[in-house]
Each structure stands twice: as C-alpha cells, then as structure tokens.
C-alpha cells in the first residue's frame, strides 16, 4: 500500500545536490535574479519588494539573509519569507529539463479534461438511438458528468493542499482512466450516467491541483509557461474527436436518431451489437487517459512541492526537494535547512526534535479537520485579497455557466446548421470536420496568451478582460446565420479567444493565492465553475424552447459580463511571484 501512496523513495539528502551546500552568505549566485518581474514578490495581495530602489532592494535582501525577524514588514508571516526564499532558490536553478517535464504530465491534466468534455459530446446522439432516450433528455447525461466533476474540483482542490499535491496529482488521472473506460460496458443508460461521474470526479481534479504544482515549481522569469499549459487543451478537443470521428460513424447505428428513439430502442432499431461505435470510443479514451497516469507515476520522479512541505513545517524535506531539482537539472543551489530555520516565529517548528510524533487518529482527526469552512477564511484576511477572491469566484461561475451552454452542444449546433444547396459529403462528416477546425484553430491562442500576459499595458488582466469579451461578441455574430460555413468561422475564432482567456484564467487564479490555501482556494473556483455546468443543461432545454439561439445569446451575455469583472480585479500578478 505504500508503494501505491509513494513509489519512490523519500526525498534523500544523498544524490539530490552537492555533498557540500555552501552557506548563503558566501553563495554568490543566490541573488542573482536579472528579470525585474523576479525581484518583485507578491504577498498575498501586496508587493512587499515594489517600488523599492536598487539600493532599498539590497538592503531588502540583506535583511532576508540575516534571518532579522524585525528587518522585515511586520506584515509578513514566517510561510511567506521561507515562502520567498523557496523562490530565489528555484529562480537560481533555473527553467530545467525537471520543470520541462513536468508540463508535459502537467499538460496531461489540460487534455484529460477537454478529452473527456468533448468525447462525453460525442456520446450523446448514439446513447439516445440505443437506450430509447429523447434528445432532451439525454442532455442530462452532461449533468451526470458535471455533478462528478464539481465533487472532484472541490475535494481535490482541498485534499491537495491537506495530504499533498503530490499524491492528488496521481490518483485524479488514475480514476478518470479507469471509470472512463469502464463507462464503455455499461449495460444501460443509468450505469452509463453513474459511469461519466466517477470519471468526472477524477477529472475534475485535474486544473486545480495540476496548475498549483506547476506553478509552485517554476522559476519567476518563465511564469508565462503556466499560460502555455492551456495549448494542451485544444489538444484534448483534437484527439478526441479524431478518435470519436474513426469510431462512431463506422460502428454505429444508421437508423433515424427520432425513430428509433420512439421505439425504446429494440431491435431491429438500434442493439448493443451494432452501435458498439460510442462504446469503442470511451474505452478508448479511458485507455489514453490511464495511459498518462502510467507516465506520470512510473515514468518521472515526481517530487512534493517545496512550499506545501514549508507550509507543513516539513523544511528538511523542502531543502531536499531544491536540491534534488537542482542535481535534476544538472545545477547546484545554496539552499539549507538552517537557512530557513533562521526564518522562525515563536511557536515550536513542526519537525523540531522532542515533539511526539501524533497518532493515526491524531493525524487522521486533523487531515479531517482541514476540509471545513476555515480553510476559506484566510482567503478573506485583507480587503484586495477577498474581493480578488470573490471576483475570481464569479468569473468561474459565470464561464462555468456560459462555457456549456456554446461548447457541450456545438456538435448539436453545427450538425444542424445550414449547409446549402451545394452537395457534397454527409452532414456527419461535415460536423466532425468543422468541430477538428475549431479544436486547432484554438492552438494558436494559447501561445499568444503566453505572450501577451507579460506585456506592460495588457499582463494578465488585460489578456483576460479583452479576449473574454471577444469571445462573447463571438458567440452572438454566430446566432446571426445558420449558413454552416458561417458557423465555423465564428466558432474557430471564438475557439482562439476562448483559449486565450481560459489559458489566463487558470494561470492567474493560483498565481494570486497564497500556497497554504492556494488547492483550496482553486478548488472553490472550479467547484463552482463545474456546479454552474450543472445547471446549463437544465437551462438549455428550457430557454432552448423560446428560441434554438437563445442559449448562446445567454452564453454570450455571461462573457461579456466576466470580462468586465476580470477588469476589475485589484491585482495584477504580471511580473510577481507567488508565495
């Protein structure tokens, strides 16, 4: 069991750095951060280093290397100056083959959840023709999926920052693999539902908890690269609608989807034996998701994030953790234990020697303990930090709302559109064709959004607020005709911005969050972002019957008024690092 919960060894101070660290007085590469942007440490909502002139900064550096308690703003707890000296020992090593690594499994978590939210699209025509389903109502097997995936966004989110974002970064991944292939065999249309939760609870936890590991990783000059991780999201859209487009039509039923759903599904309408194409193409996908799980947990040395183990008062294991990045990349850093030892308040450390070691009650009452209402409070302890908090909550409402009501029926919207008197292939080669356009227009966006956050006058507001309204201007040109062409180019372009704005979103919401808290506090953004995708099915069928269009006019709406929020937002995390 513990090979399961840990297959590598502890973090040993052998082979994982120099044999001999050389004190940071004496380090002549401890400061030597060249990006302003790295220089500036964000504090939960203030900028402890901003403003300061070179000579103030200096001094400002001789303070943190005395361990002078009284030195530094009486502002800043004893997490956030370990939390700074974590940083400057990661900025130093530099961006590495570890750091490289780790977002491509990082990445894995992006693909995993656009994999799932558009091969789970996919399904639904052909689980209505086989289990006797109206369109309608299968519609609720998107809810089944978001139920799952709003349990598994809040209890990730917090578990990660509770036993680990170690442990969490490998069991999400592991469940969606093996209930999304399970799925596949389910013998009926409840099973199937039940089936697609499971899975969502998997996936649901991959964002929060994959972005705040990444990030608590990366050196402060290539933080652009957690933008960058959202280019594997139009990847997930990719692959799996290539998978569902070489599977579905070819092993499917070819009876009228009305027809045969009025009959209940009985043979000869549409069996198991020959609709087997949606069945192939979630084993599939369960197959390549656990596929992934495999390679993050055999195929890398995954080490525990150095800030969650601060925040523990786990400091030796922190210092081991550097330094085995550093000999990882083929670097050295000055980084000890008593370095942040000298970085102490007046309660006793965690891991000082002669405290009695807790029981499995003990720490099984205290993990439990954690997953309540206090773990939100320091989120709200300053003004700025709980009104960020507030508005980044309602900007995950609002998308997760509008998100759906556009994206989990495009299939439906574009099948349905207007091709013309022109004849050419099937209206269900054309709907795939136009949904593999989309997925790789969106690629360019994300590289762009890596780009255009670190500009001065856009950063990471600036990209979000102008691309989310974008993208809400979008959506209501494309309810403007039913010309199928027409469709897709609105749909491609809305696709690009759309990436652009997620792909910021996900970087900024942890960025701003103190470590402690920073699972949890992700976890409630994605919580109620995949609540608020409970709900868009309902509304779809309701407002839906007003007028087909009438959903994405609301979609519409909901960016447009999540842009004029991301604008408000009272920080701005461009050039900052996080703690």
Known sequence: MSFLLRPFKRHERSGSGPEEAVPLQESETWFSVEEEGSRSQHQNDTDSLDGLEDDDRSSEDAKLQTGDEEAVSSGESTYDRRSKIINKAIQDIGMGKYQWRLFILCGFGWLADNIWMQGVALTLPQLSVEFGIDTNTIRYTTMATYIGLSFGASFWGVASDVIGRKRAFNFTLMIAGIFGFISGFAPNWTTVNLGYALMGFGVGGNLPVDGALFLEFLPSSSGNLLTLLSVWWPLGQLLSSLVGWALIPNYS????????????GEEPCCSRANNMGWRYTIITLGAITFTMFICRFFLFKLYESPKFLVSHGRLREAVDVVRGIAAYNGTETSLTEERLLSVRDHKKDLNAVGIKRPGFLDIARRNLSKFSTQRLAPLFGTWKLGITVT?????????????????????????????????????????????????????????LACYTVDLKYLGRKGTMAVSTLISGILLYLFTLSSNSNFQTAMSSLESFTQNIMYGVLYAYTPEV????????????????????????????????????????????????VSSIAMAALPIESRGKQSL
């Open 513 to 560: 969050l103190p470590a402690p808290y920073r699972g949890t506090g992700t976890g409630v953004a994605s919580f109620l972002n995949r609540i608020a995708g409970v709900l868009a099915p309902v509304l779809a069928v309701q407002i839906g019957k007003v007028h087909i269009s009438a959903p994405i006019l609301v979609a519409a709406a909901l960016f447009v």
């Open 391 to 447: 508005l980044i909550w309602f900007i995950w409402t609002a998308i997760g709302l509008g998100f759906p009501l556009f994206n989990a029926f495009l299939p439906q919207y574009l099948s349905n559109a207007d091709a013309g008197p022109e004849e050419g292939p099937t209206s269900t080669d054309v709907a795939y064709r136009d949904i593999l356009i989309t997925a790789i227009v969106g690629f360019p966006g994300a590289i």
């Open 253 to 264: 039923c070819a009876t009228d989807l009305k027809t045969c759903a009025a009959t209940g």
